[in-house]
């Protein structure tokens, strides 16, 4: 049940890279800036673009596993599971949903992220990236 778990909060570390976050240390300073890479042995974090309490602008900050209070993801963005439900009655048991990598392989060919269709080419690409483009317009709307 441990290793599950692990697995788990493992998982979910993976989900926040290359999102927005809030880093908030001990001391009571924090950062904002987009999660480039995370090291799993300590926690520690990189942030590209980031911003300090105080307004201060830094391309690069190295954040300690060991001064971190919490984090808040600011940018979630949209549910990558609800569109490969609806790819998977399209093309039935041929859809995997890499929440890891925040990706869908459809036929282990064709790649979709948030930003589409990004890999595929032929009439079930074309056929993906319609429902895309429909799941991202009922998206939109909500």
């Given at each position: 049940?441990?290793?599950?778990?692990?697995?788990?909060?493992?998982?979910?570390?993976?989900?926040?890279?290359?999102?927005?976050?809030?880093?908030?240390?001990?001391?009571?300073m924090w950062f904002e800036g987009r999660v480039s890479a995370y090291n799993p042995l300590d926690y520690s974090l990189w942030l590209m673009e980031a911003r300090?309490?105080?307004?201060g602008f830094y391309d690069r900050v190295l954040i300690s596993g060991r001064s971190i209070e919490y984090l808040v993801v600011l940018e979630a963005g949209p549910d990558l599971s609800k569109l490969a439900e609806r790819l998977n009655r399209v093309f039935p048991n041929m859809v995997r949903y890499i929440r890891e990598a925040d990706v869908i392989l459809v036929m282990d060919r064709i790649r979709v992220t948030r930003d589409g269709v990004v890999e595929g080419a032929g009439p079930a690409a074309e056929r993906v990236k319609k429902i895309y483009e429909e799941w991202k317009s009922e998206k939109a709307e909500t």
């Open positions: 049940m441990a290793a599950i778990a692990s697995k788990k909060f493992s998982d979910e570390l993976s989900a926040i890279m290359g999102k927005r976050a809030r880093v908030t240390l001990s001391s009571g300090d309490k105080e307004g």
